[in-house]
């Protein structure tokens, strides 16, 4: 019997990158994203996340894009989620505009990309998931959903960017938590809507991570 095929891995340089970002993802999460991401991007087709906050995970995005020769496409309004926001447990009073108090990822976001040499793998959009999904218009061979965690914006980012997945796509679903005491139930649900569609197989799962295959049409 072979051995099973190793899984890709992003570049040294990128990887690097990844790992001296800000952000929250795990190593052993990005290198589970990576490879969900190397084999969406062999369809042709874009890869997309929600939720960019400072680039982190776009790196590995745009890594697998470029090998590829596909687009990453990284969409979130850079003002940051709920729990982030002042006097939060994910606070970082490092990304606040001192002009107008606000949360902005954005400038820390390019530069992130700009350091890993990636910029001109990857199409950023900045503003609300649900505006910029209702102007999609072309399929996508990923959809990374990691933006707000409550519910109604897990599910926004559901039932807006799912249609738009290609069948035999992946989508990929960060911060699930079966048990309440780990984390909030908002991308849990999201990822139990997904399953119980019968629309989606999950082939992967490291840690909250989980990668569901697109097997059908239903939402």
Known sequence: ????????????????AFEAAKGFMPADEGLALYAAASQAAGLGLP???????????????ADAARAAGVTAVTVDHHRGSEEQQPGWEYHDPEVVDPHT?????????????????????????????????????????????????????????????VPHLTQGGLLVVHDVFPDPADGGQAPYRVYRRALDSGAFREISATRSLRVLLRTGTGL
């Not at 019997?1 to 690097?16: D, G, H, L």
């Not at 890869?47 to 995005?61: A, F, H, N």
Request: proline fraction near 10%; include cysteine.
């Open 47 to 61: 890869v997309l996340e929600v939720g960019t906050y400072c680039g982190r995970s776009t790196l590995l995005l």
């Open 101 to 161: 108090g606000l949360m902005d990822t954005l400038p820390a976001f390019r530069r992130t990309l700009h350091a890993a040499g990636l910029e001109e793998h990857v199409v950023a959009v900045v503003g609300r998931s649900p505006r910029a999904a209702a102007l999609w218009g072309r399929p996508l061979g990923l959809v990374f959903i990691d933006g707000g965690h409550t519910d109604e914006h897990a599910t926004a980012d559901y039932e807006g960017w």
């Open 1 to 16: 019997m072979s051995p099973p095929p190793e899984q890709p891995q992003p570049s040294p340089a990128t990887f690097a």
